[in-house]
């Protein structure tokens, strides 16, 4: 993309009354806008990252034997009254709204009710099972504080998807493939590193639940962390009596805050029960669907991102999610840099390269700048000084000198 | 895909309560569920569908400057007083919502005041113009009725591009420039010859606006057809002053019904004056932006082509749009039957076709009528009688018969 297509623009400072880091970077860099505290439009760049998160996750998913479906945020209240949640002692985070014939709805925080009762169509015997839907969909909570930034939001992308198995066998079994799938994706996502499944508290379905916490200062959890087992708990769950059950020793655990990025329930046949979604077994009984919830939030990834991927001058972007690979700055307005300019950015594009060819009139200082704070991998300068050594000026985000290159050994670097 | 691993499945008959024959055919085929008039989940093969039609427009909208954005669906009250657009008296479809702080928000129902204000931050001066902002956003309107099925939503996917020009010429040039990207998007999906630009009520912005309407024998709307010409009049435009305006003769006009599939509007400065956007023009001077807004309802698409696209048997997908390209049954499951299917499976997906493998143990009948009703384009069947001969039965979705091909041959249709 030309930068002159690219409506957006970097600016020096970030609203006064955005508190967060992740926020003011994306903000400043202009990949989100603010709509309200925790309700953040994606602008092109931030649109590009978003979906390069999400589709790190949708391989992934589907690799497992997901289906991805798209659910819907309106909501009726029967099924939530069914299984106790239309509530708000229960559930305190619903946003209602009102049909214009009066009947009240829910704009969707989760979804398993709705999806409980729909796969009502599609389950009846031990043949249909299992099964795995998941989405990437906007959910809304109403949180009554949102000062993270996009760590925390009233309106948000969730992937979630939900387990249908046999029994407690079955659920398992797909239970550690799926914790397996989130370890590859945080892994592809360059987190993995800093990235615990932690036991946390299971709420109203199960002992435990799995949490995936990625260590940040920003965190608004406490973990504590296990190194040599690689895993950790939340301190909801840190007791003497579930560290004794993990035969874990409470002197070798670090404390650190973190930031939740998925997690993983065992749901048992709560909404099963409640909602009546029965399969006949092979020996002809009726049994209710074990379930599952798997969740991992795009946005708040995003946001997480951008707080770890940075420096003093801006976004560090890695390769796989940058929304671009290439930042291509032209300096000066010469024809000779300009047609060069242009080659290169054919070139590099019909290879399958993303780049941003910043095509403004801008001084060199400005186009330098805005590539470091949108936090593109690589930069690749053309000038009229470059042209007469017939190189290009290449440079990694995080390289402390750039190095001149033919144009054989430039396109070496991006195939 | 393998059946096995979709979670779908075909039914004999729709819900009671289900009149309009898309949804019907969308619901017995195990594209969409209802969760309520007017609001429908996307399955597995309904999603795959959605997001092909939406690739589509993605790729007009892209090749003509747009830069897609993804804004929320939560509104601030401030920028629809501001334009008079937040009373019912005016915009009669709003579903409101209340933040756990009491302040009232609306959910979207369209979002060219959010967007005029987002743009403040990025446009001063006639250099940031024009620009063309757009997405695909669930959009909410609180229809009294709706029920023609997926063709009129109270929570469905919009495209929507909104132009921001210098002035009226550079407005017009892109307004042209839009029209004929929706003709180009109309024609990949196969509704070209059927569907009209009419000119309709400009509303509140301007004299005319221009519709686009698609004949169907379901259509809300009344138009007014020139053959001749290739356009049409909306009925509420259907007045001897504007046909003396476009020098059309009554006699020459025939009328149909149709279903409004995409709609272009010019704006001028109403929003851009309400919400004080404005731009330093090459002479100093303070202008307000001129504005346009261009919708295609993608969700309303996949109704208009499933009620399009259908005979007897059930749906008939164009190749571009199918949720699959291929329909792979093998029939028995002899080991010989099951290795060559599995491995014409693996052959065809390596080459990048989208094939949907009916590895079920049910009668070739069920098999045959699935794939039918499902709309697949094409059927390759798989049986101990065709192994004998090394061939494969091949038969087009509107094919009177099947034909029986080599592997050679059979290859050859799909590269």
Request: overall charge negative.
């Amino acid at each position: 993309m030309k930068s002159s297509q690219l409506f957006t623009r970097t600016r020096k400072q970030a609203p006064a009354d955005e508190t967060a880091k992740n926020a003011q970077l994306l903000i400043r860099a202009g990949f989100v806008h603010k709509e309200m505290a925790g309700v953040y439009t994606f602008l092109p760049l931030g649109k590009r990252v978003l979906e390069n998160v999400i589709q790190i996750i949708r391989e992934e998913m589907n690799a497992i034997g997901g289906n991805e479906i798209s659910l819907t945020a309106l909501q009726q209240k029967d099924v939530w009254e069914a299984s106790g949640r239309w509530s708000d002692d229960v559930m305190d985070v619903w946003f209602r709204t009102t049909l214009a014939n009066g009947t009240e709805l829910g704009l969707a925080p989760t979804h398993e009710e709705p999806l409980t009762a729909l796969m009502k169509n599609f389950i009846d015997s031990y043949k249909d099972l299992p099964s795995y839907p998941y989405q990437f969909q906007i959910k809304f909570r109403n949180e009554l504080r949102s000062k993270s930034g996009l760590m925390r939001g009233r309106e948000f992308t969730m992937k979630d998807l939900y387990s249908f198995s046999k029994d407690r066998a079955e659920h398992e079994a797909f239970y550690e493939k799926c914790a397996a799938a989130y370890k590859v994706i945080f892994d592809r996502l360059g987190i993995g590193d800093i990235t615990y499944r932690t036991f946390a508290s299971g709420g109203s379905f199960s002992k435990f639940s799995d949490e995936f916490q990625t260590v940040s200062p920003v965190g608004e959890d406490t973990i504590f962390i296990h190194e040599g087992k690689g895993i950790a708990l939340n301190q909801e769950v840190y007791t003497d009596e579930v560290m004794k059950d993990l035969g874990i020793d409470k002197n070798d655990l670090v404390e650190k805050t973190a930031v939740e990025v998925g997690n993983i329930f065992t749901l048992g046949t709560k909404f099963s029960d409640a909602l009546d979604l029965n399969y006949a077994a092979e020996d002809g009984t009726k049994q209710p669907v074990f379930m599952g919830s798997y969740g991992i939030g795009p946005s708040r990834l995003v946001g997480l991102l951008a707080e770890h991927f940075a420096d003093d001058r801006g976004l560090v972007w890695p390769e796989n999610i940058a929304p671009f690979k290439v930042y291509l700055a032209p300096l000066g307005d010469s024809v000779e840099v300009t047609t060069e300019a242009e080659k290169l950015y054919e070139q590099l594009t019909k290879k399958g390269i993303e780049v941003l060819y910043d095509d403004r009139n801008v001084r060199p200082g400005e186009k330098f700048a805005d590539a470091d704070l949108m936090g593109i991998p690589y930069r690749i300068v053309i000038s009229e000084k470059t042209l007469a050594s017939s190189v290009y000026e290449y440079k990694g985000r995080t390289d402390t000198d750039a190095q001149m290159l033919s144009h054989t050994e430039l396109i070496a670097k991006f195939v």
